[in-house]
């Protein structure tokens, strides 16, 4: 059992009804969870306001509520703690309560549009390789060492990354690599939390059906470098313009990477082919099995990185190069009547761009790319036609799917998504509802010799419809189907 006091501290408290010298169970922000002597921490969500559950979690045996909002009829024994944000709240107490796990190995936070799962998941990698123990929190799986959790948020919740960054320091991690969203820093799980290092990859057009407009949505992410102590590292793309913006304010030690730029850590690709990327960082040659422009950013980042948290220069570029590319991010295989299939989680206009645009890239003319693409449903809608021009100018022919609809109509999203589409490539278009059979039209329309992009769900191994999952994996699913017209 641990103080309240002691789990209290730094948190912005405006009152204090009852005691705070007294013992307590552990931290929930789910009423249901709360049992005999736990602390219920009410936060307003999204969908639900946990203050509507405050009596349900004092019947269940909270010995403390925090909130922001007390309710006027008090619960005698139980202490009544008011703060301004209760989720600023429930991450600092989270992390008091794991004894501040995240001050006993090197955190290096990953934000920005694109790019995030791939350079920590790639460090992670990298550093087990040079043979740390590594922890890696990230939308694909958290990870402490080789043992592997499931996860389903980018960032997940406060409670659980100091849980995890716990177990991290008792299997002896010396390191974490963690993936930080926007929503992550706007409801301030991530606060609380001590960094070594802060990663910008860059900016475009994304959840803006959370954040008001693009500004805010930078602003969110700037945030996180804001915050960043003096002894840490931020370290951002200067080829994007937002790159700037995010060190004006840091503390942190700035560093800088860029392809097209000059920068602290340069890159220049020798080579671009589908075996992979030939590149020269800071007039070193390196060979990498990750493929395209945007992996050329990506491989600079974790060279980068790796060398400002102390990793020997040439045991850096040799595991760099012993590296695989990461789960759903630019996967393929070639079928025996030499079909490439390539499958990515690019899910925004500008990572659609930077995919399509790199199989233009490497590939010879003389064949047919055709991108099977959709757009989740409940989410930024206003990206949608974006998608479909992108899709529509930059591939021969465009089959136009589901993604995850969740509550939507799955054909009013493809609607929106042909919105976008130019009328000079409305001839190269056909759209097909059911994402499998989509992947099947594809599948018979290419010849021997011609590439098949299927965008949008990656690393996903399900498609949601109507708050239900259903097993869905694209990369299974067009070897299944090539292989079976093979015959």
Known sequence: MIQLKD????????????????????????????????????????????HSYIEQAA???????????????????????????SQRALALIASNYYQNPSQDLKLVGVTGTNGKTTIATLLHEL???????????????????????????????????????????????????????????????????????????????????????FAEYRD??????????????????????????????????????????????????MENQFSGLLLKLNNQELWTKLIGNFNAYNVLAVYAAADLLGLENLENLRIISELSPVEGRFEH????????????????????KNVLETINSIRTKNETLITVVGCGGDRDASKRPKMGHVA???????????????????????????????????AKTLAVTNRRQAIKTACTIAKSGDIILIAGKGHETYQEINNKRHDFDDLEIVKEILTALNK
């Open 7 to 50: 789990i209290l501290y730094k948190v912005e408290i405006n009152s204090v009804v009852g005691n705070t010298n007294i013992a307590v169970g552990k931290i929930e922000f789910d009423s249901r969870k709360v049992q005999l002597n736990d602390v219920f921490v009410a936060i307003r969500g999204s969908k639900t306001d946990g």
């Open 127 to 213: 550093f087990t390789k040079a043979g740390f123990t590594v922890g890696l929190i990230s939308t694909v799986a958290i990870k402490i060492g080789t043992e592997e959790f499931p996860t389903k948020l980018t960032t997940p919740d406060s409670l659980q990354i100091n849980r995890y960054l716990d177990k991290m320091n008792k299997a002896g991690a010396a390191f974490c690599f963690m993936e930080v969203s926007s929503h992550g820093i706007d409801q301030h799980r991530t606060s609380g939390l001590e960094f070594a290092g802060g990663i910008f990859t860059n900016l475009s057009h994304d959840h803006l059906d959370y954040h008001k407009n």
């Open 333 to 352: 295989f070639i079928s025996d009547k030499k079909i490439t299939a390539i499958v990515d989680y690019a899910h925004t206009p500008d990572a659609l």
């Open 392 to 426: 529509s100018a930059l591939s021969d022919k465009v089959v136009f799917t589901s993604d995850n609809p969740r509550t939507e109509d799955p054909d009013k999203i493809i609607e929106d998504v042909e919105a976008g589409v130019q009328a000079q490539n409305t």
């Open 59 to 85: 019947k269940n045996g909270a010995l403390v509520i925090v909130a922001e909002s007390l309710p006027e009829e008090k619960v005698g024994g139980i202490t009544y703690v008011e703060v301004n944000n």
């Open 220 to 269: 969110v992410k700037k945030r996180f470098f804001d915050e960043l102590p003096a002894n840490a590292f931020a370290l951002v793309n200067i080829d994007d313009k937002n790159g700037r913006v995010m060190l004006q304010n840091t503390r942190a030690k700035q560093k800088t990477y860029a392809l097209k730029t000059i920068a602290d850590y340069k890159g220049q690709i």
